[in-house]
C-alpha cells in the first residue's frame, strides 16, 4: 500500500537537544511538506519541497531545518534553537504544489521535557 | 483577522440529526476550499472539495458563498462515526499554499 511514514510516533527531548522526525513515501510525489499543530490552532507550514534538492521555508521555519537528498524522503531536524518544540508535527505529500489534496503521515509527538 | 477562521465547538448533536459548520476567509486564501476531517490524535484528511455552485458527497453537502466569503459544510443523518474535527482550508492563491483553519468538532452521542 502506498502512503507516508512518519518516526517516531513519540519523542521525548530535553532541552538542547536537536532531534531529527523522519518523513518517508512511496506515492512518487513531488511535493512534501512539514506542519506542526498545536490545540487550538490551524495546522502552520514549517517548511515545504517542491523537487529533489529544493525547499522553502513556511510561515514558522525558525528553529527548523530540511533536507531533501531523495524523491521519497523529507526529514525534519527540531534544533535547540527552536522555542516551543513540544507539538505534534505532521509530514505530508502531494503530486504537486497547488493542489488542495495533501496525504498526510500519522504525526510524530515531540515533547519536550 | 484569522485568514480561515471557524468555531471551535463542540458540536454535541444526536445521531440522525442534520449540523452545519460554517468557516469565513479573508481574502488572501481565497482561490480554492476543501474540507478535511480529523480524528482525535490522528492526521487529517481530505473529506471532499468545495465547488463554487455546491457539491455533494453522500450525506455531506459543501457550498461556497464568495460575496460572504464563507465555506459551509453540513452533514445529515449524523452517525456516531461522523464525530470528529473537521477543518476548513483555503488554498492562497498568491502563495500557491494550504491555510487551515483550527478546526470544529463534532460529537455525535447515541
Known amino acids: 500500500d502506498g502512503g507516508i511514514t512518519q518516526s517516531p510516533k513519540y519523542l521525548f527531548r530535553k532541552e538542547g537537544q536537536n532531534v531529527t522526525l523522519s518523513c518517508e513515501q512511496n506515492?512518487?510525489?513531488?511535493?512534501m511538506y512539514w506542519y506542526r499543530q498545536d490545540p487550538g490552532q490551524g495546522l502552520r507550514l514549517i517548511y515545504y519541497s517542491q523537487i529533489v534538492n529544493d525547499f522553502q521555508k513556511g510561515d514558522i521555519a525558525e528553529g527548523y531545518s530540511v533536507s531533501r537528498e531523495k524523491k521519497e524522503s523529507f526529514p525534519l531536524t527540531v534544533t535547540s534553537a527552536q522555542k516551543n518544540p513540544t507539538a505534534f508535527y505532521l509530514c505530508?505529500?502531494?503530486?504537486?504544489?497547488?493542489?488542495?489534496?495533501?496525504?498526510f503521515g500519522e504525526g510524530s509527538r515531540l515533547t519536550v521535557l | 483577522r484569522k485568514e480561515v477562521e471557524q468555531d471551535p465547538g463542540p458540536f454535541n448533536v444526536p445521531e440522525g440529526a442534520t449540523v452545519a459548520f460554517n468557516c469565513t476567509y479573508s481574502n488572501s486564501a481565497s482561490q480554492s476550499f476543501f474540507w478535511y476531517r480529523q480524528d482525535c490524535r490522528k492526521e487529517p484528511k481530505l473529506l471532499m472539495s468545495v465547488y463554487s455552485s455546491g457539491n455533494e458527497d453522500g450525506r455531506f453537502t459543501a457550498q461556497l458563498n464568495r460575496a460572504s466569503q464563507y465555506i459551509s459544510l453540513l452533514i445529515r443523518d449524523s452517525k456516531l462515526s461522523d464525530s470528529a474535527t473537521y477543518l476548513c482550508v483555503g488554498l492562497s492563491g498568491g502563495y500557491n499554499k494550504l491555510i487551515f483553519g483550527a478546526g470544529t468538532r463534532l460529537a455525535v452521542h447515541p
Open positions: 506515492l512518487n510525489h513531488d511535493a
Open positions: 505530508a505529500s502531494s503530486l504537486g504544489q497547488g493542489t488542495g489534496e495533501l496525504f
